[in-house]
């Protein structure tokens, strides 16, 4: 289990999991959340439209409330 998890990390943004992990060992979750219309799907805080147009151009974004990752679902 634990190789296969390591294999699967190697694919991820470095600093994206160094973040994630930090969130975990706080036991904070969900860390990432859909969006929401324009709303984070953790706090339900309304995004600007600049960081809606962010979050599409980058595929995640940090929600400057609560801190979890917003992603778009498909």
Not at 28 to 40: A, E, K, Q, Y
Not at 41 to 68: F, H, P, V, Y
């Amino acid at each position: 289990m634990q190789s296969e998890l390591s294999l699967l990390e190697k694919g991820i943004d470095g600093e994206l999991l160094a973040r994630y992990k930090s969130k975990r060992s706080d036991k904070f979750f969900p860390i990432f959340v859909p969006l929401r219309g324009s709303s984070c799907g953790g706090c339900m805080m309304e995004l600007s439209t600049a960081q809606i147009e962010k979050l599409k151009k980058n595929g995640i974004l940090e929600c400057e409330n609560c801190r979890r990752y917003i992603y778009l679902e498909d």
